[in-house]
């Protein structure tokens, strides 16, 4: 076993589920690598400071170059707002440290692309956090379709929908304002990375941004709140997406739909343990949609719940990226997604938010 | 009680179904005009003989206008295919007729304009058969909305998928060819029906039609096997619609998700009985969707199933429509949907198909 | 097609769910014999008569005796209050005519054993009415088990729960006093039937029933509320039962789970149209239980509801009964289930009323 | 912030689930005191060597007397086969020390008095191990059920039912053996436990406890695979339990159902972020099971899963338990489950195998 000091930047939600991870990936998962919470990197000294007694970093500090820099800081984990990435992301990378950063990648995609020559040119790891991929049951998800377990797929409908934002009444925050922030900034990309990794990339696509509630107590709303969307994958399977911040009701609709010429895939992450599956085999009398609760079998599934039905939740999706970065850091080889998967999904991005305001069909391949 | 003769036109699946509905809806609801069989009509004077003996009717025709002009057939059901409505239709309202019209309404948007036309002009009880509509979880949902149960709604999800040409090798047959037996012509409507009636009029809208197996055992595939849409409703709604007959394991995918700023509402036919939504009231502890069992309390709900869960299924759909239509016929009011709802349903699918082909957004007013 | 005049005892709930069977069945499944709804009888000559016009009845009586009598009433159906049946049916045998009497077959065991002695004495059609088991799911749940799909059952769970008493506060009316009309006397026969129909016999059972609210407004309570039994079948299977009135929330809770050594059934009335079921087969990862929706490939589908999710309901519950009973009087041979499985309910019914008395264990072949 | 050395007795599955648990427990919580991995114990000094390493603990050891008595440990987690607990726990509370010890408590119920008397002896904090009833659903039930939420409780149904036995080909092994290690001695225990925190203390019992399939590849099973119960709580509550390792399809069937006077619950933890949810109130119309997701409004919910739907999963079980063990060292307050939490549910158990065995009633109060 071998150690790895192990900076995170941004102490906050994200920064705390990093920590968590870091310090049950290596019983978890038995990993080669051992992280080591080295420091921990937040906007004052005395949070920094707080951060470091609660999560049991050895340092902290206010400064993120300090982080970057410090030779006991193997690894780097940015887990601060988006408009910060890159320059952090670009130190590490200058100084051949492996980054994971959290989604999205970038502030814009120019940031992102910037983001990936970085990193490209440099070799080292690199890893975007798209956390809710990672449950056991869309690794099945993903498997089955490259299996062919459903045939060719004809189509593809996702949507990442929750709801802390439905009530009118619900004051304006630092949420209600910045592209980063909104709906398309913020909630998107997860669905978005969801749809490349499990159908392939989108040629084109169609799609509407809007501001449901533009006045909220407290100031007005400058960032969306709802996004329609209908693609075209490469592959030709047409699809639609939705994502909103106002869909009452929901709180974790991280969900999708996927036909196929063989058999179809349901997920919701409401019921992140189940994957809900249809194949065109045996006879029609005992035909339907098959609830597999994801287990042992299953790609991902953590050794320690022995059996199916045990249940996987938010932090161990986190354990999970944990141990992916750990591992692309130990063999040198890209573990997905990395930057490039990141800056593809930024892209989907700013293609829907050009096809919002021309009100035509978008080739992404001219974004 | 007063009597009144019921001619139908078409014997097959449909037609069946509205004989066994005519027979049984004055002791299911009680209804003060009683309908009696009098007369079936099919292509063939054995068939249609067939049909007499079997469903009950008193008389038989291979001729259509011999039943129209029948003076004991008092009222008309149209339920042969698409091309034949018009006529059927404009000859019983020339003789100040009822007519009922399976959906949809006319092959084309012209002849459901004149249809339209020659139902106003005659005065006559005018419906236009949308079956699945008529449960009373999906009737219960239109006052829920109409109530402001859900507030005013943001967002739309509607679907009609079924699953039996998801198969490559199921060979080509009369339902492969002909716009009006394709997923547009012959599915969309049921759902773009619901559409309307649960949100409003469609003011604009994007689609992209499509023939995934064009191949079939047997022949060439002309029509299309599933779409896709989005449009904007006249109230400023944003909505998506999806309709397939090769959506892999979907039996009666006729589904909808409606969001609002105090509520949602979600459906599927394939559980008919059961309607769920979110309310936006008391503590945040206890939301979350509700599934109700339809019942008494409930519109439409047949009368001799006591309780809730005792459960209604596709004929009583039908019995529904017989009983609605029998009140028009009474009352000379309208009731709901009428042809002219019927003709709205076409203008939307001759949009969608003009949208897809110039891949453009279409005003529905222009239609 | 032969014609049969059918005479209906009873025109309440029951009744008129039979009489609207009786007008559809011919058309629906396209019987040889063909009902004719020739008689109904109710305690009033005006209350008869005004079900002879709700329902299109030729004639009305109020005095069970002249239906039973009337040369063309054919067949006697028996929609009447437990206490009646042993008398009409015994008169009816006595002139060889069908029976079909709605569950529970008698007031009391020694009622029902005199029933089906008066019924094998005939040599006429029996039927006793149990019409949930008629739904699709449940006539494919017993064709599973018999072709062995789910192995050697290991146990059974079934319930039937209600909640029209659930409410303490709910006045006391005709249904809380009586044996008959308690949840022993009324509810459990209907799941009792299926575990007999699903299983097989019973060998020995022990029970508690019990009277949870005996104050009501308006009264006391002179019956039961609820009552559970564990169970052991005569082919070795363990099993517990469940039978609430009070069972709040639940509207049509006839369910059950089957466990067998090669796969499970579970089935809930309340999704009448879907039957989940488990196998041991193919590879773990894609071992779950399967939602199957009924349709054309499963037993008892109506034939017009064409394909899987269109649905069925409480109303084509009885369709089948009536279609099964008229099958029964054409073929003469017996069609389940016959007054002697209805007798069989009876005795569970008495041996589980000895048992919670007793607290023993009871052997049902001493009752 | 304190520390406390924490000594694991036992590193295979539980001992790594705790493991990791406190490795994670202060970020999670920010607990003030603060566990510190200091010693494990395996049965050879090889094993113990390899767990430490893979969990991070400072010391190893395969005598558990050795850690016991080792100053640095503050606190013994005892995860070894039940047959060990006695003596381990005695040994620890003999020296002051808080003992977390897994369910079930003692292999026997004379066990289990004896550790209540030695942990009640020596003050000392005393926590058995029932990781399901952590979950926020489960804990929110026994909130709702104590704030009078469903009115008084008329009726439970509980199970606990897997399916790692259900093929009678599945080989003999150590589960097979051995009373502890049975259905009774090893799954029951759990939901007897929750059946127990969610309406109180059983009264009497009746119970059958059975070997299904007596033979095995490799060996005889002298041990049971099933059992079911019908029981009367000391409230007045009647209730059932199912337990089984038999039950195909069942990955983790620990599911209840609570019947209120006001209302109901439901359970599965299949679905362990979820729990149903139906109340006496409001319009009869929109009356129904209410799917609450459970999120930060709810106890014991992690707090770095931001939101309702985030979910939690088996490990964060575990977690919980830790909290609370080290809030129980720190307060030095009961906190439940206590050692005598855990000798009830092995007088239960007791009393069933009486009950099974002599086929009567027992009264617990004499077991």
Redo the contacts between chains.
């Keep these: ?1 071998q150690e790895i000091g192990i900076g995170i930047v941004g102490g906050g ?1 994200m920064g ?2 990093h ?2 991870a870091h ?2 990936v ?3 998962f ?1 990993t080669r690598l ?1 992280p080591r919470l080295e420091m921990v990197c937040a906007s004052s000294a005395q949070s920094a400071e707080g951060y470091r ?4 970093f050895a340092h902290a500090t206010s400064d993120w170059r300090t982080l970057v820099n410090d030779p006991q800081v193997g690894a780097v984990i940015i887990a601060t707002p988006q408009e910060t990435h890159r320059p952090i992301a670009e130190a590490a990378f200058a100084l051949g440290k492996p980054v994971f950063c959290e989604k999205p990648l970038g502030a814009s995609l120019a940031d992102s692309r910037a983001m990936v020559a970085a990193a490209e040119a440099s070799g080292c790891a690199n890893m975007a956090g798209f956390n809710y991929i990672r449950t056991p049951a869309s690794q ?1 998800a993903r498997k089955l379709i490259a299996d062919g ?2 045939g060719d797929i ?2 593809f ?1 996702g949507e990442h929908t ?1 709801d ?1 934002f ?3 009444a619900a004051p304006a925050t630092w949420r209600t304002h910045g592209a980063a922030n909104g709906t398309m900034g913020d909630l998107a990309p997860h669905m978005i990375n969801a749809a490349l990794a499990l159908i392939g990339p989108i040629d084109r696509l ?1 799609a ?1 941004v ?1 501001t ?1 509630h533009s006045k909220r107590p407290g100031g007005t709303v400058t960032n969306d ?2 996004a ?1 969307m ?1 693609c ?1 994958f490469a592959n030709g399977v ?3 997406m ?1 994502f ?1 911040r ?8 991280y969900a999708y739909e996927i ?6 895939i349901r997920f919701d ?6 994957l809900w ?4 085999e045996g ?11 994801t ?1 042992p ?2 790609p991902d599934y ?1 050794p ?13 999706q986190i354990i999970i990226e944990a141990r992916d970065f750990l591992r692309a850091i130990e063999t040198g080889q890209p573990v997905w997604p990395t930057f490039r998967d990141g800056m593809e999904v930024n892209r989907i991005v700013a293609a829907a938010l050009q096809a919002s305001e021309q ?3 978008v080739d992404v391949a001219t974004i």
């Design positions: 076993m939600y705390k589920a920590a968590v310090a049950a290596g019983a978890v038995g051992r007694q609660a999560y049991g099945f377990a459903i004809t189509w409908r929750e802390f439905a009530d009118p169609i509407e809007e449901v709140d709802h329609q209908m075209r047409m699809g639609q939705y909103s106002i869909a009452t009701g929901r709180k974790m609709g036909t196929g010429t063989k058999g179809a992450q409401e019921d992140q343990n189940a599956l249809y194949r065109m006879p029609d009398a005992t035909r339907g949609f098959t609830k597999i609760l287990g079998d299953h953590l320690f719940c022995q059996g199916p039905g045990h249940g996987t939740g938010y932090q161990d009100k035509t069909w």
